[in-house]
C-alpha cells in the first residue's frame, strides 16, 4: 500500500505543477495583452515589437 501512496502523491504532485505553470502562463499572456494595447495606444512602436515577440514566444513555448 505504501508505493500506491508515493505514486498517487507524485501524480497529485505533477497534476499541481501542471495547473499552476498553465496558471502562470495565462496571467503573463493576460499580462502582454493588456502591456500591448497600451503600446498601441501610445504609438510606442518599440515596446509593441518586444512584447509581440515576447507573446508569440510564449505561445510557442507554452503550448
Known amino acids: 500500500m ?4 508515493v505514486s498517487n502523491d507524485m501524480m497529485l504532485s505533477l ?7 498553465e496558471a502562470l ?3 503573463k499572456e493576460q499580462y502582454l495583452y493588456r502591456e500591448i ?3 498601441l495606444a501610445k504609438g510606442d512602436e518599440v515596446s509593441f ?3 509581440t515577440t515576447e507573446l508569440k514566444s510564449l505561445n510557442t ?3
Open 49 to 51: 515589437l518586444a512584447l
Open 15 to 21: 497534476f499541481a505543477e501542471m495547473v499552476l505553470d
Open 25 to 27: 502562463r495565462k496571467y
Open 61 to 63: 513555448h507554452g503550448k
Open 37 to 39: 494595447d497600451l503600446a
Open 2 to 5: 505504501g508505493k500506491m501512496n
